[in-house]
């Protein structure tokens, strides 16, 4: 039989009675004065109380060493490391793009084409300069044959073996400068391929077919990353940042991968805290099988140093009711009591940890919810 649940507060109404006397017109400070309140007893509505209470099975919960776990959510980020922007030092007009965002693509692949007015003007240069150091090196022949029959002074043969000498260093410096620009002195054309500087994916794009680009001026084309190792960036609480160290291990948990668990390594804790929202910002690095894309989201849990002892019983023994976790123990004459507890991982063997709420060696009924049932009929 269940007790019903009863709240009664009687407030009796407050009658003023006004007592003039017939003499002197004097009131009576007691008639005025309202009765005391009368409070009525509350019953415990976790107190229930059952017959043949030697039905349900009683467990005692057990004692189970624990580290303190520190749960916080946080984001896939690649790794900036490994992270890097593609360029076009030539700017101009793109005429052919052969990659788009989210393409994995290989280390010297052709990405884009622009043509470019600089590669041009690059070409003019060079071939000017290679024009120039020929004519400086005939020049140069001519007057080592006149200085050799004394023809001419030493002076006019050194003057010509310098201009060769700088001759040949502008063509150096024409053709590195084409190099640059990701064109080749042995291929002239107006237009520049730019190529993929490493293997990775394209996770950043800023250009169109038939779009400008003004080199470094610019925002960078494409950016490339290597995801074999990727970041998990956590927000920490400064209340929790003790328990959080470089070089300490924490589980991994994705929304799209239920049931996995991956294992990462913290690699830095924020210096500076949000001031927003009073939180560090914590870095995990984690080898990346294939499956974590950047902007997932995930749980990431941190486990202290120190053990701590909490109660552990079989996971029938608690109910989950109201988003809370009850647990039933019981009592004198037939009762059982409701207890709230806060149930933390699942143990092997069908078992629980009872993070608070419970101590080791209490009684609870072994199928909470056998007995739920039985007390709302």
């Known amino acids: ?21 017939c003499g002197g017109g004097t009131s009576n400070p007691q008639a005025e004065a309202p009765p005391p309140l009368k409070l009525q007893r509350v019953e415990d509505r976790n107190l229930f109380q059952v017959e043949r209470p030697e039905r349900f099975h009683l467990t005692t ?10 749960q916080v959510t946080g984001t896939v980020a690649p790794d900036i490391s490994r992270t890097v922007p593609v360029i076009s030092l030539a700017s101009g ?23 470019s007015a600089d590669v041009s003007s690059a070409f003019s240069d060079y071939r000017k300069a290679v024009a120039d150091e020929l004519l400086a090196r005939t020049q140069l022949e001519r007057a080592k044959l006149l200085y050799d029959k004394g023809a001419i002074s030493l002076n006019d043969f050194q003057i010509a073996r310098n201009n060769a000498n700088k001759a040949k ?19 002239p054309a107006a237009v520049v391929d730019i190529h993929a500087p490493v293997s990775g994916v394209i996770t950043d794009q800023q250009v169109t077919n038939a779009a400008g680009v003004q080199g470094l001026a610019s925002p960078s084309p494409f950016t490339i990353s290597d995801l074999t190792y990727v970041w998990i960036l956590c927000d920490v ?56 894309r950047p902007g997932m989201f995930v749980t990431a849990t941190f486990h202290g140093r120190r053990n701590k002892m909490h109660a552990a019983v079989p996971a029938t023994a608690i109910l989950h009711l109201h988003d809370r976790d009850w647990v039933y123990a019981p009592v004198k ?45």
Do not use: W
């Not at 009687?10 to 003023?16: F, N």
């Not at 052919?96 to 989210?102: H, K, M, T, V, Y």
């Not at 502008?170 to 042995?186: H, I």
């Not at 699942?346 to 209490?362: D, H, K, N």
């Open 93 to 115: 007009r793109i005429v052919e793009i052969r990659a788009r965002l989210g393409d994995t693509v290989k280390k010297g692949q052709v990405l884009l084409r622009v043509q």
């Open 169 to 187: 260093v502008d063509v150096e410096t024409a053709a590195e400068k084409l190099r640059v620009l990701g064109s080749s002195p042995d291929h």
């Open 333 to 377: 004459d037939k009762q059982f009591r409701r207890i709230e507890v806060v149930g933390g991982p699942m143990l092997p063997g069908g078992m629980q940890e009872i993070v608070s709420g419970l101590a080791p060696g209490q009684q609870v009924v072994a199928n909470a919810l056998e007995l739920q049932n039985t007390v709302e009929q």
């Open 61 to 70: 919960a057990v004692e189970h060493a624990a580290t303190s776990r520190l």
């Open 1 to 21: 039989m269940r007790f019903r649940d009863v709240a009664c507060l009687v407030l009796p109404l407050t009658v003023a009675v006004l007592a003039v006397s």
């Open 237 to 292: 609480y400064e209340n929790d940042l003790a328990n959080v160290h470089l070089g300490q291990t924490a589980d991994i948990e994705f929304s799209a991968y239920p049931g996995k668990v991956f294992t990462g390594v913290i690699s830095n804790v924020g210096p500076v805290l949000d001031p927003n929202i009073r939180a560090a910002k914590v870095r995990i690095e984690l080898r990346n099988p294939g499956l974590m």
